[in-house]
């Protein structure tokens, strides 16, 4: 299981900062950073343990299993991120 950030992110980083195993991406010192529509959470990585959820201003970060039906898109978002961009 993984959080998953969708569509309010508006990149303040807070979540970034928590993170104690660097699961989330583009970073503010990140090339990517700029152009960026989001952050995004890597699946592969993440260990679930809810603390980016607690500290995003915006509660954009949903546990995998709890987004939202109009939301469910962003696993695949976050996931494919990875995929193509790092
Ligand atoms: S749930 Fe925990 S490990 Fe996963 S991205 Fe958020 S802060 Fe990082």
Not at 38 to 48: G, K, R
Request: charged share 20%.
């Amino acid at each position: 299981m993984t959080h998953v950030i969708a569509a309010p992110c508006i990149a303040d980083y807070s979540c970034l900062e928590i993170c104690p195993v660097n699961a989330i991406s583009p970073g503010p010192l990140d090339d990517a950073f700029d152009e960026a529509e989001q952050l995004y959470i890597n699946p592969a990585v993440c260990i679930d343990c809810g603390a980016c959820r607690d500290v995003c201003p915006v509660l954009a970060i949903s546990q995998e299993k709890d987004l939202p039906p109009h939301w469910a898109n962003y696993a695949e978002v976050n996931r494919e991120y990875f995929e193509t961009d790092v």
